[in-house]
């Protein structure tokens, strides 16, 4: 059963099926791009552990997959105490779905470098935390996912404007903020690491991306990076995921900076910016490690091919959506475009995603994802 059915999930889906399993799709609106290709479907909102216990006792499933973070993940508790298979498991998604717990548990239990932060649930403790952390800082909801509710604030006057933007942007009953400061980092990187049922920790090269309203626009892999940091990374990232239990990707955020690694956030699912591996450059995409991890089959090695990137086609306005560029897109070689299905388009949504490699490693990393980009400008939303 896969909670949440969106882009993400579709392609865990496909993995799945092509392993021969039964998928049922969960999402809060019917014909997510899941329930496409997925057996059976049940709409209803995550956050309704009632709706969820329901759908649970009807289906029956052997094995349950969060998509995404909005879910009452507390009731996952019990499913995994009853003896259904959370994936990776249901205390990795009770903390990564609260940017309180998991930042607690990197900072303070495990002693990993992250920014310096403080939470606030009202106005009062919002200026008294940004006035521990400093200006500038990032302001986030709790929880949220894609961006939603995060702001970079770089003056006292742009603080009540932050502080509702996060409460709005924030989902679930949970109505709390972290503030962090902000770390003068050169890059941003996504370590999609594996865990095992039987098989050790395995790490895919790290992916570079590039944010814009706190969502990715662009990914790339292999990112360059020091041997030194990336075992730094790979250090923090068996840590944390050692932590939190059970088998199945993680996509796990570190800033790069020019004197040490931060962690930044985790999610214990495929990761967005791991679309780049739709490209072939790996002998498994995320979405194929994913699907083999959680059903407990060995992955014995994720071997790198060839450089890749990815750049995501974007819509403008509400609506039903019209793709225009497709025809043109194809004559592009080494290069491929994923559409996603959603049937409806609202103002940044992300809607595709396309894809340039090179498996003759001819092009720079700069002229790959030039490519990428223009070939993404040309597909519209209408």
């Known amino acids: 059963m896969m909670l949440g059915s969106g882009e993400l999930g579709k392609e865990v889906v496909i993995s799945l099926k092509r392993m021969g399993c039964t998928v049922v799709a969960c999402d809060a609106y019917e014909g997510a791009p899941a ?228 962690f930044s956030e985790l999610s214990p699912r495929p990761h967005d910016t791991g679309m780049v591996t739709l490209a072939g450059n790996q002998n498994f995409n995320e979405f194929e490690l994913h699907a083999r991890a959680l059903l407990g089959l060995n992955i014995p090695e994720i071997e790198l091919r060839y450089p890749a990137v990815s750049a995501v086609v974007l819509a403008e306005k509400e609506g039903k959506p019209i793709y225009r560029g497709m025809e043109k897109a194809s004559f592009e070689p080494q290069s491929d475009v994923k559409l996603f299905g959603k049937p409806t388009t609202r103002p940044y949504r992300r809607m595709g995603v396309v894809l340039t490699y090179d498996r003759l490693e001819k092009e720079t990393m700069e002229e790959l994802r030039e490519r990428a980009a223009r070939i993404a400008s040309g597909i519209t939303v209408h």
């Open 35 to 262: 329930m496409q290709v997925a057996d059976a479907f049940e709409v209803f909102s995550m956050l309704d552990g009632a709706a969820l216990e329901r759908a649970v006792l009807k289906h029956q499933p052997d094995i349950i997959v969060p998509e995404v973070e909005s879910i009452r993940t507390d009731k996952l508790y019990a499913f995994e105490a009853s003896g259904i298979q959370v994936t990776p498991s249901a205390k990795a998604a009770n903390f990564t779905m609260n940017r309180k717990l998991i930042r607690d548990l990197a900072a303070q239990e495990l002693g990993l470098k992250t920014a310096p932060y403080a939470y606030a649930t009202n106005m009062e403790e919002f200026t008294a935390a940004v006035d521990e952390i400093g200006l500038p800082c990032v302001v986030k909801p709790l929880m949220s996912s894609s961006g939603k509710g995060q702001s970079v604030v770089k003056e006292v006057s742009q603080l009540e404007t932050a502080f509702q933007y996060a409460m709005e942007g924030s989902r679930g009953d949970l109505k709390e903020i972290i503030v962090e400061g902000f770390i003068d980092f050169h890059t941003e990187i996504t370590l999609l690491t594996v865990t095992q049922k039987s098989g050790e920790t395995l790490f895919c090269a790290p992916i570079g991306h590039r944010q814009e309203r706190g969502d990715y626009q662009e990914s790339w892999q292999p990112c360059a990076m020091e041997s030194s940091q990336l075992d730094e990374a790979q250090s923090m990232a068996k840590k944390v995921t050692q932590a939190l239990g059970g088998y199945g990707i993680w996509g796990i955020e570190f800033f790069l900076a020019h004197d040490a690694v931060y």
